[in-house]
């Protein structure tokens, strides 16, 4: 998507040069994302596609891991063109997952109850994250950082001291209560509610992640390019202080981001809840850069004020076929992270050209 | 409008103090409809303390601002904005990676629809920027464009003609051009003459004389937070405004100073420029 092309109404005007296709798309921010996937995909297809790559298992599998990390992105890439990071993300997982199972599985609470507080928690995490930020005027890279660890702490502090464990499973639940049941049939019991159902129904051949991913993507590239709000987060990104100065409310922009980043870490931590049947205290590890590095390689700016929904999309598959595409090409997958690391700094240099050319070409 | 005789905006006695520093010691100043007021004076002189009190970032510690004749206090910069007073700020409100229509309407866009539908009205944006821009006198070329991509200039016209557009009646424009070239600095002026035409009270703030002098009507001048006092046009010579501007007796001091450098070095050259032991006579009392 991004900001659509000319309207025809310019379109007679003889200074307006006659922009080939190729130079449009090259000064778009997704432009690298999008090729980058286009080249993984037809590599993988060539050394794995009889190894599973392009089989529905295959398929279904590097979907799924490029919809968990695609969901975290998605925040993150608002945020970062708000101009500001949240490296709590991964914590908040690890929290969220707990703060839904822990109250289910040792006070029998009902699940839309858990789900409820669960969502309320990472409003108010976001809310505090935002207005710390807000009010030294600190880096969000500071602040954020600090409750990466304060959340991960809390989170196994508070499930040591009420459970004894650092992991809480449906399956114990299961076993006082109704007997022994296996793994298996104990996740039946929080999928068969109606509201676990929204975090675990299968369509068309595809887990509930990757529906949630097209959903929420959807949501946050209208909401990004079609409404005010949207102009807002590229303004307060872009330049704050001439922001506020256009009636922008800045604070409150930053906050609702906030939300947003541990809203989606929250529901990424209800799908593998529900998903795996289980939530883990160490769950999350190191998903706040991988959430940052799906926005950067999106060709979202991270100083702020420029970037797109659509290549964090492709950001993250990029990310979950080459991560998926080395495992089922049964190479070493030690590797990976190297290739990660090249591909991120591939994606800075690469997105600087882009912005070079959008503020200066012509 | 406010027709006629009565001010559209007013500062009455205007105090501004920050701790112990007082940035404004009773500033009065007032501006009509279809006028440009100057408001010149060195670095320091208090021209953007003064802005800020205009534009609704703070209130004056004493004081009053009138709006058409009755006193107002604003709330924020957004209520200021909303009661018709149009800053277009030194550091521009202008998002150099957002396009030229996403950034005229910046704060204030266009919406269709109802409810949770309601969104942000694209094809109006880039109608109206581009239309809005013609009645400046500026072509643009593609409403998406980048106003990084813009001369300074240029950039200077989205932030006037938006401010026009949206009903301004008081225009406050500081500093605009502070950091163009000679014919930028024209467009620029050009521009303002426009929005005077149209009926706006202008406030422009400069510390160039040259620039301020050609387009303006009248012209108030600062220095070291006091009002040194308001003058028409007819009344003063370029020469007084910028006299009056540093203080004459400091551009006298400064004149002299600059002739004995000259006759130090006319004298240097006299006696050959070789190893001689100056003696005092270019002694620069500083």
Redesign the interface.
Known sequence: MG?????S??SS?E???RVGFVSRFLSRPETGAVAGALVIFTFFSIVAGDKGFLEPLGIRTWLQVSAQLGIIGLGATLLMIGGQFDLSVGSMIAAAGMMFLMPVVHFGWPIWLALLVTFLFAGLVGLINGTIVNRTGLPSFIVTLAFLYVLRGLTLGVTRAVTGTTQVSVRSFIGTVEGVVTGADARAVLKDNVFGQLFSFEFLGLPASVWWWVGLTIVAS?VL????F???I??VG??P????????PVEFVRVVLFMGTATCATILALLQVFDLGSADVTRGMLKEFEAIIVAVIGGT?LTG??GTVVGAVFGALIFGMTSQGIFIARWNTDWFRVFLGALLLVAVIFNNYI?KR????? | MAGDGTPVVELRDIVKTFGRVVALSGVSMSVRAGEVMCLLGDNGAGKSTLIKILSGVFPPTKGEVRLRGEPVTFASPRDAQQRGIATVHQHLAIQPLMSVSRNFFLGREPTIGWGPLKRFDVGTARRVAVEEMARMGIDIRDPDQAVGTMSGGERQCVAISRAVYFGAEVLILDEPTAALGVRQAGTVLRYVAQARARGLAVILITHNVHHAYPVGDAFTILRRGSSYGTFRKSDVSREEVLGMMSGTEELDALESELEEFARSDRDEAARGGGGGARTGGGGVTG
């Open positions: 900001p659509p092309a000319s309207s109404s310019t005007d200074r307006l040069r209208y390019l079609r409404t005010s949207g102009n807002w590229f303004a872009g330049n202080e001439a922001a506020r100065n256009s009636g922008v700016l004020g420029y912005r959008a503020t200066e070409a012509k």
